[in-house]
């Protein structure tokens, strides 16, 4: 059971856009700045978010982070079949006094 | 640019400790904090301690206290994790990440290191 609430799955046609969720409380979420990470089968994962809304050099603005609360949540706007992956929310919790993760969304592209 | 170079696939039985190594080019390693990501086959991802931002000091996923250890050598810019008493359930892809910002509320982890295969089998 993870501490942060994620949907196990999305999906969406290429061009559209979609959105992934996380629920977390005000131990983490609420009080603290969100990163979103996504990996690709067989590899490491990479940030794609960080501080809720800030994108890495080189991660394209198609993808963006938003926060309300003790919800966050990645956008992908204008999909590409590149973008299948597994999504995982993260941040730090005050009341575990460490990092905790979502439990990932897969992503498909149909 | 900071690369984390971890050690390779390990096999080992129940009850014995596994040793993983993070070998950290592009800056000495204690301009750094280096954490321990683990994620087992078909799961998600499992954070399990390292140095803390604001101190120094290690700190561990309450889950993994008394049976995980991070450590470095400075000389080998080199981060380790003992993690002792191995189950089946241990069997994972562990990574080292870089904790980057100064303060724990607002951090993230970037890079990853390629991972390392922990099979713990009988």
């Known amino acids: 059971q993870s501490v942060l609430t994620q949907p196990p799955s999305a999906s969406g046609t290429p061009g559209q856009r979609v959105t992934i969720s996380c629920s977390g409380s005000?131990?983490?979420?609420?009080?603290?700045?969100v990163n979103w990470y996504q990996q690709f089968p067989g590899t490491a994962p990479k940030v794609l978010i960080y501080?809720?809304?800030q994108r890495p050099s080189g991660v394209p603005d198609r993808f963006s982070g938003s926060k309300s609360g003790t919800s966050a949540s990645l956008a992908i706007s204008g999909l590409q079949s590149d973008d299948e992956a597994d999504y995982y929310c993260?941040?730090?919790?005050?009341?575990?006094?460490?990092?905790?993760f979502g439990g990932g969304t897969k992503l498909t592209v149909l | 640019q900071v690369q984390l170079l971890q050690s390779g696939a390990e096999v080992k039985k129940p009850g014995a400790s596994v040793k993983v190594s993070c070998k950290v080019s592009?800056?000495?390693?204690?301009?750094?904090?280096i954490h321990w990501v683990r994620q087992a086959p078909g799961k998600g991802l499992e954070w399990m301690g390292g140095?803390?931002?604001?101190?120094?000091?290690?700190e561990y996923a309450q889950k993994f206290q008394g049976r995980v250890a991070v450590t470095e050598d400075t000389s080998a810019d080199t981060v380790y994790m003992d993690l002792s008493s191995l189950r089946s359930e241990d069997t994972a892809v562990y990574y080292c990440?870089?904790?980057?910002?100064?303060?724990?509320?607002?951090?993230?982890?970037?890079?990853w290191g390629q991972g390392t295969l922990v099979t713990v089998s009988s």
């Open positions: 990440v870089t904790v980057k910002s100064q303060n724990n509320w607002n951090s993230w982890f970037d890079p």
């Open positions: 592009g800056s000495p390693v204690t301009e750094l904090t």
């Open positions: 140095f803390d931002l604001e101190d120094g000091e290690t």
């Open positions: 005000s131990s983490n979420i609420g009080s603290n700045r």
């Open positions: 501080r809720d809304k």
């Open positions: 993260a941040v730090w919790d005050d009341s575990l006094n460490g990092h905790v």
